[in-house]
């Protein structure tokens, strides 16, 4: 299978390049370069991959990375929350009208297979329970609750305290930053395309990934990213609210099996159809025990808790990942706490 991965180039496409390579599949890696997640020059293609640098907005580009491709694996995005909402056209041009223009010329060249970066965030908050009324979907938290300490958000029926969970790919998605809200529309843009063309496409929502390779020390990093550049420059990891925020670390080795799994699968699948896949460790863990157990691994300062908070942030999300696991075989391999001694001395770019 001859295979183009956007962002080929990246984090997490170059792990799938890797995995992709070892199955014995041809690639194409596409990607623009850009200065928010790449320093330097680019890395050398590996044996049997051709590196294409190129905007995934250019049309006549992309139609003729496609040539001779069985399959798509989209993963050039814009992430992260960014600096503030003066991001948006940004996140928007990268995001969702990259995804249309790939999914054109995907259309004009009969290319029926995609497989998605999809994300947790299209959930906003994860799934609770309160004691009294069951399962509810709180309001997005109030800057002066946060301000206060009072992180936790409340039943919205009668205030108490909730139970956080695991959400499944069934829950209704309710996206809460910009980020979030092109993450979901990519999503329906590749719902769409499969209607109309009789394609198959695959998200897999991916939880907090990380690992070696991950852009170091920007505004758009993930969070694991920013506690690995503190601890090399000396310093503390700085833990916003009080560190109990809930999510699900998962290496990006264990996410570029997943992609590799559903790259394979995807032409067994119903023509015109849309799936979301959960890819998640499965062992949800606090932010302040990831920092925690990345100080420890690196032998640096312990992590401060420091009460600050940003707006669009979610408390608790964390992954049912079980129908990946069912359906395609799926099984992550990494622990966390194996994966958190081989980060904390990894490379990041």
Known sequence: MRVLVTGGAGFIGTQI???LLARGHDVVSYDVLLPSAHSGPPRAARPGEELVVADVRDGTAVAEALRGVDAVCHQAAMVGLGKDFADAPEYVGCNDLGTAVLLAAMAGAGVRELVLAGSMVVYGEG?????????????????????????EPGCPLCGAALTPGLVTEDAPADPRNVYAATKLAQEHLGAAWSRATGGRTVSLRYHNVYGPGMPRDTPYAGVASLFRSALARGEAPRVFEDGGQRRDFVHVRDVAEAAALA????HGLAAGSFTAYNTGSGDPRTVGDMARALAHAYGGPPPITTGEYRLGDVRHVTADSSRLRRELGWKPQVEFEAGMREFARAELR
Do not use: I, Q, S, T
């Open 17 to 19: 390049v890797d995995a």
């Open 127 to 151: 799934r609770y329970e309160c004691a009294r009324h069951g399962v509810v979907r709180p309001a997005p938290r109030h800057e002066a609750d946060l301000a206060a300490g009072r992180f």
């Open 263 to 266: 790259l394979e699968a995807a």
